[in-house]
Nanobody, 121 residues
Framework: VQLQAFGGGLVQAGGSLRLSCAAS????????MGWFRQAPGKEREFVAFISRSSTSTVYGPSVKGRFTISRDNTKNTVYLQMSSLQADDTAVYYC???????????????WGQGTQVTVSS
């Protein structure tokens, strides 16, 4: 399974950006999907989660109310709509897939390569 995140870039504070993550090589509709981010010198942070059927979404406290996760299983893609961006949102954003058919110690089984989001204040 390969995950490719894209859509990052430079945006001014208060602006919006939409990230996409395209999956290939596996049954995308079976996966729960998540977005994470990591800023320089900081630990990886959970951003958002969406269940495989889109019936459940969860957000990290720092993005709740500003970010929206969605998915299109016909396009094997998960999205992260980011609004009211702040300088603290600057990070590399990663998408990840949780395959319920895979057992192991990690929740997420597959990770994308990340896309840089930079918010200028």
């Amino acid at each position: 399974v390969q995950l490719q995140a894209f859509g990052g870039g430079l945006v001014q504070a208060g602006g919006s950006l939409r990230l996409s993550c395209a999956a290939s090589g596996g049954p995308f509709g079976r996966y729960h999907m998540g977005w994470f981010r990591q800023a320089p010198g900081k630990e990886r942070e959970f951003v958002a989660f969406i269940s495989r059927s889109s019936t459940s979404t969860v957000y990290g406290p720092s993005v709740k109310g500003r970010f929206t996760i969605s998915r299109d299983n016909t396009k094997n893609t998960v999205y992260l709509q980011m609004s009211s961006l702040q300088a603290d949102d600057t990070a590399v954003y990663y998408c990840a897939a949780d395959d319920p058919a895979v057992t192991g110690t990690e929740v997420y089984d597959y990770w994308g390569q990340g896309t840089q989001v930079t918010v200028s204040s």
